[in-house]
């Protein structure tokens, strides 16, 4: 394969590192750490291993890690009382409510309910709207986490490139937000974009965030084109005996890395990108809530 592999895994981790300095030098200087509460509603496996990753990475930090889980029949009206008092409890910082939850809450009303100053997900409509108007706020793990990557094989952004596959509001309007803010030439495309494989031949950076496992051809990729692939997606694996299965992302990744300059793989690539951007959202959350002056490189 000719293509470079973005290792996500690594440069989490460096960033994770230098997190961890910053919160070093916040508790010399201030005397307190940046605090992340998580509330899990639930039993859903997958968000018990994202809880007890986010919980060990915060702690690994030094910064101050607090779960609430929740049952699953926990009453809508108590999962917002929960969320209103972190809201107004001084030692928290950031909060996390891990979606998805049980089909009787609504996740929207209950989103809307955390306080815009400690909304690390970036998901509130107050947050989506500084974004959109420029203004400084928290911005979405994921697509930042998309930013940093490209950043990290490219350098400065100006003048590239982007085309974005997917307009969900989670990942492709914000990163299209973002990549606008480095000042690339942006274009989101969706299921019903005409000549969805020629538009993303145009691509300097491409991402692909539509949900559809391996549906990026290598035929679709510019050669020499950096390829950020956000899906994850679980298929059969009968090569590996019955009833397996494995992660493949929205794009074919045999076939794009032999076209692409760099490419994240499945898993590994995105997934740790947005850990440690939520990590770091925490931190920019208790700059601002305690004006406290952000430390450098962050």
């Excluded at 607090?66 to 809201?87: C, M, R």
């Excluded at 930042?144 to 950043?151: K, N, P, S, Y």
């Excluded at 965030?209 to 956000?230: E, F, L, S, Y």
């Amino acid at each position: 394969m000719s293509a470079q592999i973005i290792d996500g895994k690594a440069i989490a981790a460096a960033l994770r590192a230098r997190l961890g300095d910053n919160v070093a030098q916040l508790k010399i200087a201030h005397g307190r750490v940046p605090a992340l509460a998580v509330v899990l509603v639930g039993d859903d496996p997958a968000s018990q291993v994202y809880v007890r990753n986010k919980a060990r990475q915060t702690q690994e930090m030094g910064m101050r890690s607090i779960e609430h889980k929740l049952d699953v029949g926990t009453p809508e009206k108590a999962l917002i009382a929960l969320v209103q008092s972190l809201n107004v409890d001084p030692d928290v910082d950031g909060i996390l409510v891990q979606l998805p939850l049980p089909k009787h809450i609504n996740e929207a009303t209950v989103i809307e309910q955390i306080d815009p100053a400690k909304d690390v997900d970036g998901l509130t409509e107050a947050s989506a709207g500084r974004l959109v108007l420029g203004k400084p706020g928290l911005r979405p793990c994921t697509p930042t986490g998309c930013v940093l990557l490209a950043q990290g094989v490219l350098g400065d952004l100006t003048g590239k490139t982007c085309v974005i596959v997917g307009r969900s509001i989670l990942v492709g309007k914000p990163a299209a937000h973002l990549f606008l803010e480095q000042n690339c030439t942006v274009t989101i495309a969706h299921s019903r974009t005409k000549d969805l494989p020629a538009l993303c031949r145009t691509a300097d950076i491409l991402i692909a965030a539509v949900g559809r496992p391996q549906m990026i051809k290598g035929d679709w990729v510019k050669p020499g084109a950096c390829v950020i692939d956000v899906g994850i997606n679980r298929v059969d694996a009968p090569e590996r005996g019955a009833g397996k299965t494995r992660l493949v992302g929205d794009v074919d990744y045999d076939e794009a890395a032999q076209v692409a300059a760099a490419i994240t793989p499945v898993p590994g690539g995105v997934g740790p990108m947005t850990i440690a951007c939520l990590l770091r959202n925490t931190v920019l959350a208790a700059c601002a809530r305690m004006d406290w002056p952000v430390p450098e490189g962050i």
